[in-house]
């Protein structure tokens, strides 16, 4: 049974989608920021993992341990320094902002790694499969739709359980008021950015185990993750999940009928979604 | 001993001047109302106090203070808290995380929790896991009063808190206040309704155009010089 496996496969990969896609989601559901930076930032978290992994010698599960601090403090200061001077009525000057920030990171990984191809090696890991019976699934890509599985699930725990997540709801909803509650919006948004930074880590983690990368890759990654979040429906985070395997599964399916379909089946689905379902599939009650 | 104070206060939104010159005070324990007609500049007043605007820092005088030129999340952490026009709930949270959300930023030791605002409304409890934008106008400003006072708030602003809303519900929401205000909340109102104003509060400033043009005790306060307060002098 073919299919069953290259749907099966198809799945997974939109594990991989889903992680780069939450950490845009998140900060798109909280300030309406859509930062075209992203997958530049997840390339850049790859090299961290990269660079601690080379410095030290340990684990790259354990290396982005280590870098996910660090990376929740540079998105933490990113919104703190940068975005929150950009954020307002307009949107045009994140967009602007963040297309400028795309190709500084880019030109800055250059300059520090550059343009040779890497890959963070995980060992036997990176062969390692299991036997199903119908289908035979890598260890790699299941561990990658397990952790896109967690992240959402923290993320929604974090949204609807916490204080913290309360905030984040109250101040996507009204600011101004949610000032009168004692909340500084802009702290909330510096602490949502962190926190996307965190997801963007565990995305790089598995864009470096899984393949090479290089300085220029991340704005791929972005269209991806741009894809899964529309299709999902803007602000949920679920639907992200949705719109990840949807996009994992088209390419996977478009692969086996033509090995040249790949990446255009991939965007033939979100057009398709566009059209049938404009606002995406589990869209929010409200804007 | 005053809690509260304008002193000169302006405000303005770009080229438009709301406010010329109030002067306002709240004393401990008291409840002022603020009345004028639509455009006097009452919820411009109230949005200084707590910060949305912001102003001189002297404008405004909070326990000897000077808080204008503070944001609204610090002004809230003093003490300060408001119950906004429209009464403003948050549509992604239900009932019970509107309240909870009002302690946000600031977690003072006081009469008032969950349990507290549930016995003063209690048909808040029943709805406690409805979106707030669920309930009716009487049941969403009960949810407005009570997130404000979860901060345990030394004072309690309250903009056009029966605006829209049915004379029975306004009646039921003006019953707790004597209980807000046993709590240890001094209160300042903004009022259309000059009756129920005058019947609660403590002292009355009524407002045109930007500028205070009348204040007393509800007493000393006779219907002809009000009405000309509110609407200017006939000419």
């Given at each position: 049974?073919?299919?069953?496996?290259?749907?099966a496969?198809?799945?997974?990969?939109?594990?991989?989608?889903a992680?780069?896609?939450?950490?845009?989601?998140l900060v798109?559901?909280i300030?309406?920021?859509v930062?075209?930076?992203?997958?530049?930032?997840?390339?850049?978290g790859?090299y961290l993992?990269?660079?601690?992994?080379?410095?030290?010698?340990?684990?790259?599960?354990l290396?982005?341990?280590?870098?996910m601090p660090?990376?929740?403090?540079?998105?933490?200061?990113l919104?703190?320094?940068?975005?929150n001077?950009?954020?307002?009525?307009?949107?045009l000057p994140?967009?602007?902002?963040?297309?400028?920030?795309?190709?500084?990171?880019?030109?800055?990984?250059?300059e520090g790694?550059t343009?040779?191809?890497?890959?963070?090696?995980?060992?036997?890991?990176?062969t390692?499969?299991?036997d199903?019976?119908v289908v035979t699934?890598?260890?790699m890509?299941?561990l990658?739709?397990?952790?896109?599985?967690?992240?959402?699930?923290?993320?929604?725990?974090?949204?609807?359980r916490?204080?913290?997540?309360?905030?984040?709801r109250a101040?996507?909803?009204d600011p101004?008021t949610?000032?009168?509650?004692?909340?500084?919006?802009?702290g909330?948004f510096?602490?949502?950015t962190?926190l996307?930074?965190?997801?963007?880590?565990?995305?790089?983690?598995y864009l470096?185990m899984?393949?090479?990368?290089?300085?220029?890759i991340?704005?791929?990654r972005l269209?991806?993750?741009?894809e899964?979040?529309?299709?999902g429906g803007?602000g949920?985070?679920?639907?992200?999940?949705?719109?990840?395997?949807?996009?994992g599964?088209?390419?996977?399916?478009?692969a086996?009928?033509n090995?040249?379909?790949q990446i255009?089946?991939?965007?033939?689905a979100f057009l398709?979604?566009l059209?049938?379902?404009?606002?995406?599939?589990f869209p929010?009650a409200?804007? | 001993?005053?809690?509260l104070r304008?002193?000169?206060?302006?405000a303005?939104?770009?080229?438009?001047?709301?406010?010329f010159?109030?002067?306002?005070a709240l004393?401990?324990g008291q409840?002022?109302a603020?009345?004028?007609?639509?455009?006097?500049?009452k919820?411009?007043?109230?949005r200084?106090?707590?910060g949305?605007?912001?102003?001189?820092?002297?404008?405004v005088m909070?326990?000897?203070r000077?808080i204008?030129?503070?944001?609204?999340?610090?002004?809230?952490g003093?003490g300060?808290?408001?119950v906004?026009?429209?009464r403003?709930l948050?549509?992604?949270?239900?009932?019970?995380?509107?309240l909870?959300?009002?302690?946000?930023g600031?977690?003072?030791?006081?009469?008032?929790?969950?349990?507290?605002v549930y016995?003063?409304?209690?048909?808040?409890?029943?709805r406690?896991?409805?979106?707030?934008?669920a309930?009716?106008?009487?049941q969403?400003?009960?949810?407005a009063i009570?997130?404000?006072?979860?901060?345990?708030?030394?004072?309690?602003?309250?903009?056009?808190?029966?605006l829209g809303?049915?004379?029975?519900?306004?009646?039921?929401?003006?019953?707790a206040?004597?209980?807000?205000?046993?709590?240890?909340?001094s209160?300042?109102l903004v009022?259309?309704?000059?009756?129920?104003?005058?019947?609660?509060?403590?002292?009355?400033?009524?407002?045109?155009?930007g500028?205070?043009?009348l204040?007393?005790?509800?007493?000393?306060?006779?219907?002809?010089?009000?009405?000309?307060?509110?609407?200017g002098?006939?000419?």
């Amino acid at each position: 049974m073919n299919w069953i496996d290259t749907i099966a496969q198809g799945v997974l990969l939109g594990g991989l989608y889903a992680l780069f896609a939450a950490g845009l989601s998140l900060v798109f559901g909280i300030m309406r920021l859509v930062n075209l930076a992203h997958g530049d930032l997840i390339v850049m978290g790859a090299y961290l993992i990269l660079l601690v992994v080379s410095v030290t010698g340990i684990n790259p599960f354990l290396a982005a341990a280590v870098a996910m601090p660090v990376m929740f403090g540079l998105g933490w200061a990113l919104q703190r320094v940068v975005l929150n001077r950009v954020l307002g009525a307009d949107i045009l000057p994140p967009l602007l902002v963040t297309f400028g920030l795309s190709i500084v990171v880019q030109n800055v990984l250059l300059e520090g790694f550059t343009a040779d191809s890497q890959r963070i090696g995980a060992g036997p890991l990176e062969t390692a499969s299991v036997d199903l019976g119908v289908v035979t699934l890598g260890v790699m890509p299941l561990l990658t739709f397990g952790s896109a599985v967690a992240v959402i699930m923290a993320l929604n725990w974090v949204f609807y359980r916490t204080p913290l997540g309360r905030a984040f709801r109250a101040t996507s909803d009204d600011p101004v008021t949610a000032s009168l509650m004692g909340i500084k919006p802009q702290g909330i948004f510096a602490v949502a950015t962190g926190l996307a930074m965190v997801v963007v880590t565990i995305a790089a983690l598995y864009l470096g185990m899984r393949a090479n990368f290089d300085p220029t890759i991340g704005p791929a990654r972005l269209i991806y993750a741009f894809e899964a979040v529309i299709i999902g429906g803007l602000g949920s985070l679920w639907g992200t999940l949705a719109g990840g395997v949807i996009i994992g599964v088209a390419q996977t399916v478009g692969a086996a009928i033509n090995p040249e379909w790949q990446i255009l089946a991939g965007h033939v689905a979100f057009l398709v979604v566009l059209l049938l379902r404009p606002r995406g599939l589990f869209p929010r009650a409200f804007d | 001993m005053t809690l509260l104070r304008t002193m000169g206060l302006t405000a303005r939104y770009g080229d438009f001047q709301a406010l010329f010159g109030v002067d306002m005070a709240l004393e401990t324990g008291q409840t002022v109302a603020i009345i004028g007609a639509n455009g006097a500049g009452k919820t411009t007043l109230m949005r200084s106090i707590a910060g949305v605007l912001r102003n001189a820092g002297d404008q405004v005088m909070f326990d000897g203070r000077a808080i204008g030129a503070l944001p609204a999340d610090e002004i809230m952490g003093l003490g300060i808290a408001m119950v906004p026009e429209g009464r403003k709930l948050f549509p992604s949270l239900s009932v019970e995380e509107n309240l909870l959300i009002g302690a946000y930023g600031r977690r003072a030791v006081g009469h008032w929790r969950l349990e507290t605002v549930y016995a003063l409304f209690p048909i808040l409890r029943e709805r406690r896991m409805s979106p707030g934008t669920a309930l009716s106008g009487g049941q969403q400003q009960m949810v407005a009063i009570g997130r404000a006072l979860m901060s345990n708030p030394r004072v309690l602003l309250c903009d056009e808190i029966s605006l829209g809303l049915a004379p029975v519900v306004i009646r039921d929401i003006y019953a707790a206040f004597p209980q807000i205000k046993a709590a240890g909340a001094s209160v300042v109102l903004v009022e259309q309704d000059i009756g129920q104003a005058m019947k609660v509060a403590d002292r009355v400033y009524c407002m045109m155009e930007g500028r205070v043009t009348l204040s007393g005790a509800p007493g000393d306060l006779s219907r002809e010089a009000i009405h000309d307060a509110y609407f200017g002098k006939a000419a």
